[in-house]
């Protein structure tokens, strides 16, 4: 029986075109080896799961790359590629700092820079988590980070750039990774689905790429769970929300609709239908707020783009917006906010979230009241 190897493996870009969202990083790479201007040190900071390690292995290969294509790529034909490939060359060294942050592990690393590369041109060293390294580690690598040799290149990669030490950065070219855009996660989760013979429903894809929060390794690590779960490669919508718990958008219509209409009892019918499926009431009311955004956000059609949801879902917030004014919208947001910032010291949860949901479902007949106020005043003076 053949391996399962998962997406975030077996996916992984081998060159810097198929890198996702990241192409202020590629570019300026692709432009340093034609330029043939590369710094001693680089510094690849951003969250996890953007490609910061891939970026500076991609680096690697392909600046000791024998025939590089017209475009500054790696050929992945030539010895240096195919060993590179194989996990087999002997230029590229990694080491995870998490494990390995002792002055120790750094001396032993500047003992092996001294020697220069028996094949290509550069000897290449990977350090991950970064700025797990000791202070006294950061100060034994300071010189030689600062004057290596020629042939010797340093990729550090870290998600928390201010843990490094001023001095370190200093003496490294730093690139900041970006979060990947929900619809870069949501095409790449869909040609993957193809080239796998997945049949998956798009909602499906853009719910997952939104969940992963711009790192697109964990947007494939809830891929590969949702396709083991699903029957008959398969991916829908609905089954993508009840394994990765996530409650259904149509509860927040309901609610807008209820609160629209200042029916309490329907309102409250409904958030105990959602504590009774499990979810929890500030995950609710937090879900709630973003959904008053974009319908805020779809009162102006300078900002509807602000909202990146299906083409579907989007006429259902638009037609939503039209029903709702910017006046309760607003005052519900701040409802919601001051919900959220109080839930966690709150004795009773449930009946403080259900109060917050009892106050906007009458912010429709007071701020007609506060309307018809305004208008006899008016008509008075």
Do not use: W
């Amino acid at each position: 029986m053949e391996n399962f190897v998962v997406s975030a493996r077996k996916y992984r870009p081998s060159d810097f075109k198929s890198v996702v969202g990241q192409q202020h990083i590629t570019t300026t790479l692709k432009n340093a080896i034609k330029n043939n201007h590369l710094a001693q040190a680089f510094l690849f900071c951003g969250p996890r799961g953007v490609g910061k390690t891939t970026c500076a292995r991609i680096l690697a290969k392909t600046i000791n790359c024998q025939h590089r294509t017209a475009d500054f790529e790696a050929c992945n034909t030539c010895d240096s590629c195919l060993a590179f490939n194989n996990n087999a060359s002997f230029n590229v060294h990694e080491l995870d700092a998490a494990s390995n942050n002792s002055v120790d592990d750094i001396r032993n690393l500047v003992e092996q820079v001294r020697y220069a590369p028996q094949q290509g041109l550069y000897k290449v060293y990977i350090i991950d988590e970064v700025h797990m390294l000791s202070n006294a580690a950061f100060n034994a690598f300071l010189k030689t980070l600062e004057e290596p040799p020629k042939y010797a290149i340093f990729i550090l990669a870290t998600t928390e750039k201010h843990k490094v030490i001023p001095t370190i950065l200093s003496r490294c070219q730093i690139f900041d990774f970006n979060r990947i855009q929900i619809n870069d996660i949501a095409d790449h989760l869909k040609h993957i689905a193809e080239q796998e013979k997945i049949e998956a429903e798009a909602e499906a894809l853009r719910l997952i790429a939104t969940k992963a929060d711009g790192a697109l390794r964990d947007a494939l690590s809830m891929f590969d769970l949702i396709v083991t779960y699903s029957s008959g490669n398969r991916l829908t919508y609905l089954e993508t929300i009840s394994n990765l718990h996530i409650l259904d958008y149509d509860y927040y219509f309901k609610v807008v609709d209820s609160l629209l209409a200042g029916s309490i009892s329907d309102v409250l019918l409904i958030f105990d239908e959602i504590l009774k499926k499990g979810f929890d009431g500030h995950n609710f009311i937090v879900g709630l707020s973003e959904h008053l955004r974009d319908l805020m956000v779809c009162k102006d059609p300078a900002t509807i783009d602000l909202i990146q949801v299906s083409d579907s879902a989007r006429d259902r917030y638009l037609t939503q917006s039209q029903l709702a004014s910017v006046s309760f919208l607003l005052s519900a947001l701040t409802i919601c906010n001051q919900c959220d910032i109080q839930y966690k010291t709150s004795k009773n949860q449930r009946l403080h979230v259900e109060l917050a949901l009892m106050k906007m479902s009458k912010l429709p007949q007071a701020l007609s009241l506060a309307v018809l106020a305004q208008e006899d005043s008016k008509k008075k003076a």
